[in-house]
């Protein structure tokens, strides 16, 4: 695509000049630039530019200045560096260290890295990683106090390996400190829910073994090389996350020693208090469980295995560092992609925006808002026992996968209201919309077994306690509609309601007393904007929203107009059967 592409004079922007553009997402979008100074001194950046369109919402700019001042803060090797904050035309910039390479979700691609990636290779990836981020979450203050500073949102999209062999964490454009001031009133929860812990989906408090949970996700994937958590709800990757069992990879993957799986299985551990304490302390876990094999792979052997295995990707990243060098560059209506770029998303798209009716430059379909978030303080470095995970039966369970950033145009027109029990079952069907070598990889059955590399492996197995939770208490929901609905084969999980009109009561009755209860709402094939009692919640996917006990009126508006009525039941103190919307 860049060799047919005509190269033109780079566009200019304050004191840089706008090379390519890489990447464009929710909130904000990304060029390669060169910052030119006296005597011919020339250094190639990002710019991380908000959308203009954003540009007046206070809270959004807010977020987006939180991000700078944090990551400008942080100094490390592991770590992004930022170099600037600015502003030209009413338009807040992020300017920090370009890099080459590859997203570490490259190596969980059979697409993209034919050969399973090897105990050595994930290890050396995921030990630096953990030290950005410990190194992240011990920032202090002037006085020496700690910032307790929690990422909140990593991902294998966020950890990127350099050309160099070094891992670099991402984008803390959700990252929260125990004074953040960024509120939000919607009752979404911020971040890529398919490596959200538990304790953050419920909102409540975070610390750093949240962060923990997520690293422990990407190891897990990269392995597996298919999603752990999921699905293709934002509803049922809840609950895969809360309930679901969750496969040993050493049964995935007997060729990981079974010490590297069992430190894989403490970091997900749903109860924080059974993970381990710190980054470090995870980090520290895998080196070691390597050990027998050579220990992890250094940074010139990731290096040199990033120089083999994305060739094609390397290359493009060269022609287009050669041309910023030269002064050329692209037409920046054009969207060079991420096979030359940082290849993050810059918000995180949740899956129903994903396979749903979502487009580019579609900012509302695109931005989830925040939540404001305690941080607990920093744990005692005791490190608890391992705890027993649960595990999937071998070629079990779910296998759904999607190729993230696509966007696929599903039904529309009348739909009807699903409203969900919670319950304890796997439930789910299958993706037929994935690529082909993604979905052979799905499945255990079919995995292709690692090849020699030049990162030696070791043949081993461990098996691994089950344990099922108990399902979460139910109640009642009722449904009234605006248009004509229609029958949804939804998950297992999921019954269909028809809209029916109900007749009020000629007396209001006494709202019952209690505690606040919670829903969640969510929305299919595409978003919707809700209301509650008229009140404005935001964009589905809404997650354990707080409601106070008794009936409340719900009103949704999909992006083509289409709307739907429905009403609640909350009882005091219960969580609601969560509410679905299907258009």
Request: charged share 20%.
């Amino acid at each position: 695509m860049m060799g047919a592409a005509p190269s033109v004079a780079p566009t200019r922007y304050g004191k840089y000049a706008l090379v390519a553009k890489l990447a464009m997402g929710g909130m904000a979008e990304i060029f390669l630039a060169r910052l030119e100074g006296a005597a011919g001194f020339a250094k190639l950046v990002c710019i991380k530019r908000m959308l203009p369109s954003l540009a007046r919402d206070p809270q959004l700019v807010q977020m987006f200045m939180s991000e700078a001042k944090i990551a400008a803060q942080i100094s490390h090797h592991n770590v992004c560096q930022v170099f600037e904050l600015g502003e030209l035309d009413g338009r807040y910039y992020i300017a920090m260290e370009y890099l080459e390479g590859v997203p570490l979700g490259c190596f969980r691609r059979p697409d993209l890295y034919p050969a399973p990636p090897d105990a050595r290779l994930v290890a050396g990836l995921g030990a630096q990683a953990c030290e950005g981020l410990h190194h992240a979450h011990n920032l202090k203050r002037p006085d020496g106090s700690s910032m307790e500073v929690v990422h909140r949102d990593v991902s294998a999209n966020n950890l990127f390996a350099t050309v160099d062999g070094v891992v670099k964490v991402l984008d803390f454009g959700i990252a929260k400190i125990q004074d953040a001031s960024v509120r939000t009133s919607t009752g979404s929860v911020k971040g890529t829910y398919a490596y959200m812990a538990p304790e953050q989906l419920r909102g409540e408090r975070v610390d750093r073994r949240t962060d923990v949970f997520a690293m422990g996700t990407v190891l897990w994937e990269t392995f597996a090389r298919r999603h752990l958590f999921k699905r293709e709800t934002e509803y049922l990757t809840f609950q895969a996350i809360t309930t679901d069992p969750i496969p040993d990879v050493c049964e995935l993957r007997p060729d990981v020693p079974p010490e590297l799986g069992a430190a894989i299985a403490k970091a997900l551990s749903r109860d924080r208090e059974q993970r381990w304490p710190t980054a470090r302390a995870l980090g520290e876990a895998i080196s070691k469980s390597v050990g027998v094999l050579g220990g992890p792979a250094t940074p010139s052997e990731i290096a040199d295995e990033i120089a083999r295995g994305f060739v094609g990707r390397l290359k493009e990243q060269r022609v287009l560092v050669q041309m910023a060098h030269e002064g050329r560059g692209f037409d920046l209506e054009m969207d060079v992609g991420p096979g030359v770029g940082h290849g993050t998303e810059l918000v995180t798209t949740p899956v129903s925006m994903i396979t749903g009716q979502s487009k580019r430059g579609d900012t509302r379909a695109q931005v989830t808002t925040v939540d404001p978030v305690v941080v607990a303080p920093a744990v005692a470095p005791a490190m608890p026992t391992a705890s027993a995970m649960p595990v999937a039966p071998r070629g079990g369970g779910r296998r759904w996968l999607a190729v993230a950033g696509i966007g696929v145009v599903v039904g529309a027109g009348a739909g009807a209201v699903a409203i969900w029990g919670v319950g304890s079952g796997s439930g789910g069907a299958d993706s037929g919309q994935v690529a082909a070598a993604e979905q052979a990889a799905a499945s255990p059955a079919t995995m292709p077994m690692p090849v020699p590399s030049p990162l030696p492996t070791k043949t081993t197995t461990t098996p691994v306690a089950t344990t099922s939770p108990s399902p979460s208490p139910s109640m009642s929901t009722t449904t009234t509609t605006t248009t004509t609905p229609t029958t949804s084969t939804s998950a297992a999980t999921a019954s269909t309601v028809k809209a029916k009109p109900r007749p009020r009561s000629a007396e209001p009755k006494e709202a019952p007393k209690g505690p606040d209860g919670f829903i969640t709402i969510d929305s299919a094939p595409v978003y919707a904007s809700i209301s509650i009692d008229g009140r404005s919640y935001g964009d589905t996917p809404l997650i354990h929203v707080e409601l106070a006990p008794g009936r409340h009126a719900v009103h949704a508006v999909s992006p083509s107009g289409s709307t739907h009525n429905l009403a609640i039941t909350i009882e005091p103190g219960k969580v609601a059967p969560a509410a679905r919307i299907e258009w």
